[in-house]
């Protein structure tokens, strides 16, 4: 079985080793860590914080858009050009087949993810303002959200076009993200307001808690320039996101196992 | 599933797959019916198709296109779910991953990664079916000088003709060295030299004991290799048997060949109740009817100055019969 699901995860890297998009992304992240470089010495004694702030930024939201982007079209174009013909017909579970090409997704992920995070703190020793274990922990929170993401991505995928499975990627992350404000935002208003939204936010990932640098948590405030999470939170985000990424796969697995591949 | 609820579906199982020992492929009143996403329309590809395949044999499964070929043995690979009916591989009720590891298959129009070439592609099909590294390696090698693509082994597929992606997909096919092997339009693409090869292997696999199912509407493909064939048409079997059982060994007609003398110009009185008749320069092809006096013929022939140089009883063929059933299958 793991043979198997290595195989396409192999494939699959390769397979997105080759979309240029990606580099063009990967130019984007090293772009605005030098950008923030740039503004950093334009702030008095902020150089820091700013290379910190910019460079968390990239990888959550370059880190996610190319998890989307990745999700919606590795699982389509299988079936769009019957390449897929070729693989299931083999001894090899439908089920198998997703969690290999998730696991090939996340190989390529973690790899732009490093690569961010390299840069990011290139940045922060280039300005004397080191790497505290608060960044390790943003970083770690970051690859997270980027999984999570990506696995909300080959759900949409597993039945839907790359187009609508975008959207609605894209929608979930947002949401997951605003959470708080959301709940916050309806907390006066109607019941029936307050009981939708509720339901609603139920239905989506919570990717608000890997990104919780200046938020407050149990009454006080956690800034990665400060004081930030304990492992202990990291660990907890970290398996709520697997609790997610396995739910996605399986129903996107089951919802892939009654597909006809014409 | 309890200890006796197990020990009985083993025994349904045993029941059902005896008899079945013989059958690589046994195809039970299969059915699939698609749905258009929005009007709900249904489009009956598959409607009731019975037919079995002998282990050993070479299997022949002709049609025009849409005829349902490609769905029947997308159904029998698990790429489709049947809407009815039932099906068995080795022995195995579809789907089933253990008859899928002992089975090769060549997709119609094979589209592969293209950034692979021929070698990753087999190492590929190699670690699905679970072969270890050296043996993946060996075959890959075997194979791939088999289907003669020694000399294009650096190049990615992306480069690769039509015919070369074709031979690269047997080569993946074969890589399980499979018990049964199944081809959607394998001489599709192929120049003669390429069809010829094409068939050669399929012969050569059938020697050593491997069952092939093919399908394809190069009938003389069928007709030159197939111990078996069965027409399909508008989704429904219209005949099942060997290529003798199937064709007609009654008369068809007579095909003649003359030389007319120089100084004639007309046909007319040769030609008179033929059919077919072709002529280039002086000389005359035709067909006589079953029923035509055919010594009578050849006098009048040899008395208009005609030189016979030909003459040859015509019976049924593949293609006749291909044709009549296509035409008589119900809408």
Request: glycine content about 10%.
């Amino acid at each position: 079985m793991t043979g198997r699901i290595w195989a396409i995860a192999l494939n699959t890297f390769r397979e997105a080793a080759r979309i240029r998009v990606l580099y063009g992304i990967l130019v984007l992240v090293l772009g605005s860590n030098l950008l923030a470089l740039f503004l950093g010495q334009l702030s008095a004694h902020e150089s820091g914080r700013v290379a910190r702030d910019v460079g968390l930024a990239g990888i959550s939201l370059f880190g996610s858009l190319t998890a989307i982007f990745l999700g919606v079209f590795l699982l389509y174009t299988e079936v769009q050009r019957r390449t897929i013909h070729a693989i299931v017909s083999k001894p090899i579970s439908r089920w198998e087949f997703v969690v290999g090409k998730f696991a090939g997704m996340v190989l390529v992920l973690s790899v732009l993810v490093g690569v961010f995070a390299a840069a990011m703190v290139a940045m922060l020793v280039l300005q004397g303002a080191g790497v505290s274990s608060g960044v390790v922990k943003a970083i770690v929170l970051c690859w997270f959200e980027v999984l999570t993401v990506a696995a909300i991505a080959i759900f949409f995928s597993s039945f839907s076009t790359p187009f609508l499975s975008g959207i609605f990627a894209l929608a979930m992350w947002v949401i997951g993200r605003l959470t708080p404000d959301l709940e916050a935002a309806t907390a006066f208003a109607a019941p029936w307001i307050r009981a939708t939204t509720k339901l609603a936010l139920e239905i989506v990932p919570d990717v608000h808690l890997f990104a919780v640098s200046g938020r407050t948590l149990d009454g006080s405030a956690v800034s990665v320039h400060g004081d930030f999470v304990s492992w202990g939170y990291v660990a907890l985000a970290g398996a709520h996101g697997v609790g997610w990424i396995v739910a996605l796969l399986a129903l996107a697995a089951l919802l892939f196992h009654r597909r006809d591949f014409v | 599933m309890s200890l006796l609820a197990a020990r009985v579906c083993t025994r349904r199982k045993a029941v059902f797959c005896e008899g079945l020992a013989d059958l690589a492929i046994d195809v039970r009143d299969l059915t699939k019916t698609y749905r258009t996403p929005f009007a709900r329309k249904k489009v009956e590809a598959l409607r009731g198709v019975t037919f079995s395949v002998e282990r050993g044999h070479i299997f022949g499964f002709v049609g025009p296109n849409g005829a349902g070929k490609t769905t029947t043995i997308r159904t029998l690979m698990g790429l489709v779910r049947p809407t009815g009916g039932t099906a068995t591989l080795l022995g195995e009720p579809l789907p089933s991953r253990v008859a899928r590891s002992k089975i090769g298959f060549l997709p119609e129009s094979p589209y592969f990664y293209d950034y692979l070439d021929v070698g990753e592609l087999c190492d590929l099909a190699g670690r699905l079916f679970g072969l270890a590294a050296p043996l993946r390696k060996r075959r890959a090698d075997e194979l791939i000088e088999k289907v003669g693509l020694t000399r294009a082994r650096g190049q990615s597929l992306k480069k690769f003709s039509k015919g070369m992606l074709q031979r690269a997909g047997l080569a993946q096919a074969l890589m399980n060295d499979p018990e049964l092997v199944v081809l959607d339009e394998p001489m599709s693409g192929l120049d003669p030299i390429g069809r010829k090869e094409v068939r050669d292997l399929i012969l050569e696999l059938r020697d050593a004991g491997k069952t092939v199912f093919f399908s394809t509407h190069i009938l003389s493909d069928v007709e030159a290799i197939t111990d078996r064939v069965a027409i399909i048409a508008r989704g429904q079997l219209q005949a099942h048997g060997t290529p003798a059982e199937l064709v007609s060994r009654a008369l068809q007609g007579v095909d003649v060949t003359v030389r007319l003398p120089t100084q004639r110009d007309g046909d007319g009185a040769l030609a008179d109740g033929a059919s077919r008749v072709r002529r280039v320069g002086d000389e005359l092809s035709l067909t006589l009817g079953a029923d035509t006096d055919v010594d009578a013929w050849i006098t009048r022939a040899h008395a208009a100055g005609a030189k016979v140089l030909a003459i040859a009883p015509r019976h049924e063929t593949l293609e006749d019969l291909f044709v009549r059933q296509v035409a008589e299958a119900k809408p």
